[in-house]
């Protein structure tokens, strides 16, 4: 008798939908509970073939499906194999809020990797902050998000061997060579921004900042900070995969600030923080013309508003002193 080979699992035939959406639970699922500003669980039936191994967890893959944002596919992270019912529950974070994404899921086993993504979801949008944006009626919670630093990141879910309380050598190899290794790696301290305290803390230290006039309001990001490159983010950045789901430092001058925020959300950064170059001594008129913190305005308050009608992520700028204690962080 000959047994046929193991292999990874097929290819994933059905496309991933919010959980709320889907029929098969039999109860009733709050959206509430399945889609935030930067979260959203989403559910999908496991592979028909599962290549004579049990499916070990799921590659989720990415794409922004909107204009102004990087479009194209990335790994956002892998995920152990949790069921709703039949099918697979799949906790999905650290995204952009007010935007929308497609989703594309590979199962692994223990052999490796379903060689081909399952088809695309149909675009789906994140969690509104609008409750958090300037002129906004009624109370919020306030904008609450964390980044890559806030929370453990891991790249993979893999049993461990019973016996030797080992991981699978073949199913590591398999899902590292997915990920993007500068993704992982430490590119800054972890900060925290808060428009409510006006405060910028980070650990040893912390500083004033000043949020801009059309960044989301009652906004509070825990992250780590990773400076942008090039620094003043005028263009399209070249460590666009590192900066998605960080705090993004950037440098003054060489275009407008709102170009400097869109670069890094496009890039999928969850904040961005501005470093004066010394043309501000104060948080004033002498720093952005038209505004005075000390009025409770924010910094652009005479800006053309069309531009920033695109910012989803909270902006904040930094004087020039505090930014270099914080460029020390990285030395």
């Avoid at 004033?208 to 005028?234: G, M």
Wanted: glycine content about 10%.
């Amino acid at each position: 008798v000959t047994t046929p080979p193991l292999a990874p699992p097929a290819r994933m035939n059905t496309a991933p939908k919010l959980l709320s959406e889907a029929s098969h639970s039999g109860e009733a699922t709050a959206l509430g509970e399945v889609a935030s500003a930067t979260r959203l669980v989403l559910t999908v039936p496991p592979p028909i073939d599962d290549g004579g191994s049990p499916v070990l967890g799921y590659i989720v893959e990415v794409r922004h499906a909107e204009e102004g944002m990087l479009s194209g596919w990335v790994v956002h992270g892998a995920y152990p194999d949790v069921r709703s019912g039949p099918w697979v529950k799949l906790e999905v974070d650290d995204l952009v809020p007010d935007s929308t994404y497609q989703f594309r899921v590979r199962p692994y086993n223990m052999i490796g990797v379903a060689p081909e993504p399952g088809s695309p979801s149909q675009p789906i949008p994140t969690g509104s902050r609008a409750a958090g944006s300037p002129g906004a009626a009624g109370s919020s919670p306030g904008l609450v998000l964390l980044g890559h630093g806030a929370r453990e990141v891991a790249t993979h879910h893999v049993d461990l061997d019973e016996e030797s309380g080992e991981e699978e050598p073949e199913v590591v190899a398999h899902l590292e060579g997915l990920f993007d290794p500068h993704v992982f790696m430490v590119h800054g301290p972890v900060v925290t921004l808060c428009d409510s305290t006006q405060s910028f803390a980070y650990e040893g230290g912390s500083a004033p900042i000043w949020a801009a006039h059309y960044s989301p309001r009652k906004f509070r990001v825990t992250a780590e900070l990773i400076a942008t490159d090039p620094p003043a983010a005028c263009v399209p950045l070249k460590n666009a995969r590192a900066v998605r789901g960080r705090v993004a430092l950037v440098e003054r001058g060489g275009c407008a600030m709102v170009d400097k925020a869109l670069s890094a959300q496009a890039a999928g950064a969850i904040a961005v923080l501005i470093a004066d170059t010394g043309q501000c001594k104060a948080f004033d008129q002498s720093c952005s013309a038209g505004a005075e913190k000390k009025n409770g305005e924010g910094f652009g308050r005479l800006d053309v508003p069309a531009p920033w009608g695109k910012l989803r992520i909270p902006v904040a700028m930094i004087l020039k002193d505090d930014a270099d204690k914080i460029l020390s962080l990285f030395e």
